[in-house]
């Protein structure tokens, strides 16, 4: 068989980046440190959500947030949780409406346009 080379890189601190375990740049660093604090924040918004809900209603729920480990599996856990939530209770709203703010915080390009101002 022919015996490859890896191509070289000619851009700047390409050689750094592409290293196994480089830090990258510091701007690139700083933002995957604020996508991680905006993915726990987002954690910590749905635990909060389901913390007053009962165990054999929102158990298994706390369980898959709690080992989420992305957040589009967050994501996908969104319409087991709003049932969860579901109600005319003053608190489940209020519990909603948190829940919703978290994510639009998250995925913020998911929802359509909308003509409504928040205050």
């Known amino acids: 068989m022919y015996a490859t080379t890896t191509p070289r890189h000619f851009t700047q601190g390409a050689d750094m980046a592409g290293a196994a375990g480089a830090p990258g740049l510091p701007g690139d660093r700083m933002a995957r440190i604020a996508a991680r604090r905006a993915f726990v924040e987002l954690k910590q918004t749905y635990l909060l959500a389901l913390s007053e809900a009962s ?5 298994w729920l706390r ?45 913020m390009d998911i929802q359509p346009p909308s ?3 928040s205050l």
Do not use: C, H, I, K
């Open 55 to 59: 165990d054999d209603e929102a158990g």
């Open 115 to 117: 003509s409504f101002v």
């Open 63 to 107: 369980n898959q947030v709690r080992s989420a480990e992305q957040p589009v599996d967050l994501w996908l856990l969104r319409a087991p949780v709003f049932a969860v939530l579901s109600g005319t209770d003053p608190d489940r709203r209020r519990r909603r409406q948190m829940l919703r703010r978290g994510l639009d915080s998250m995925f």
